[in-house]
Every structure is written in structure tokens, then in C-alpha cells.
């Protein structure tokens, strides 16, 4: 499986998924009667960060695969502050997605490229070690946080909002 075709198709169908998640985390929260502000604030544990933040790091992730596997420089994301700012957030980052090189992503590959995190940690590796061992699991890790989030708030949400694109693939019953 190419790089390419390892994480900007499944991330595109994945954000997809997650602006499902916050369509019906919006109307859940319609029907209490609440500001679905109150959802983007809410966590699942006190240490960990909020809704708003696992939206903003599921889209970094996204949009960091484009640039740094596409040798293009970084631009930092803000936490949406309402659902509005949620979705269009999500909107940029399919933008992006949709915009990629695949020649570019392919030859990202084999590039070094260096993670800095703000705590000083530094880590070294390949294009392809990118792919497989930091971006993949760190997009999935704030997907699922988000959908978590969204389940402990209440929110009416299974496994086919989870993957919504495999109905594409569904067989149908023999008539």
C-alpha cells in the first residue's frame, strides 16, 4: 500500500465520519435544550484535553500529513469554539486533503523529517515511519477520543457512524 493511499483517503473519510459525530452531538444537544458549546468543552477525564481540541488534533494531524510529507512548511490550527468554526475546520483540512500531490506524498516516503513537540521531545524517522508510526495512530487517537466524548455526553452514536463508508462495500441481499 503506497504512503498516498495510507493516510489522505482514510483521513478525508474519516473527517467525514467525525462531522457525522458533531451533526448529531448538534442535534442531541438541540433536544436538551443545551448550547452545544457545552459539548466542544466537555472531556472524557480531567488531564485530558476537551471536544474542541481532539477536532483541532485529528484536523492538525490530517493537514501535518500533507505538509510535512509534502515538504511544505507547517501552519498551526486554533480549537474551534463552536460547532460552526468545528465544521468548517474540518472543511479546510478535506480541502487540503483533496488538494494533495500524490507524487509528492509517494516521495515523502523515504524523506527524513523531525517531530518537535513543544515539551523539547525531538523525534527522527522517515516519511514512511511517519506515516505508519506517528500521524495514523495520533489522527485515530483524537478520532476516537472525539467519538468517545460525544458517547459519555449522551450522544446517540454506533459503529455505522463510526464507518459510514463501508456501506459502500455492503452486499446485498440475494432476491
Known amino acids: 500500500m503506497s504512503i498516498y493511499e495510507m493516510t489522505i483517503p482514510c483521513f478525508a473519510q474519516m473527517l467525514r465520519a467525525l462531522q457525522g459525530f458533531l451533526k448529531k452531538g448538534e442535534a442531541h444537544a438541540r433536544e436538551l435544550g443545551c448550547d452545544s458549546k457545552n459539548l466542544l468543552q466537555s472531556r472524557l477525564a480531567p488531564d485530558m484535553y476537551n ?14 500529513a500533507v505538509l510535512r510529507l509534502g515538504h511544505q512548511p507547517l501552519s498551526a490550527l486554533d480549537a474551534p469554539e463552536d460547532m460552526e468554526q468545528a465544521n468548517a475546520l474540518i472543511e479546510r483540512t478535506l480541502q487540503l486533503l483533496s488538494s494533495a500531490d500524490r507524487a509528492r506524498i509517494e516521495e515523502g516516503a523515504q524523506r527524513q523529517l523531525s517531530i518537535e513537540l513543544p515539551n523539547g521531545m525531538a523525534f527522527d524517522m522517515t516519511g514512511s515511519e511517519y506515516a505508519r508510526n506517528w500521524v495514523t495512530p495520533q489522527f485515530y487517537f483524537h478520532l476516537v477520543t472525539a467519538y468517545s466524548i460525544l458517547r459519555h455526553n449522551g450522544v446517540q452514536l454506533g459503529k455505522a457512524d463510526y464507518v459510514p463508508h463501508m456501506f459502500a462495500y455492503l452486499r446485498q441481499p440475494a432476491t
Open 51 to 64: 471536544l474542541a481540541s481532539q477536532v483541532q488534533f485529528a484536523c492538525t494531524q490530517a493537514q501535518e
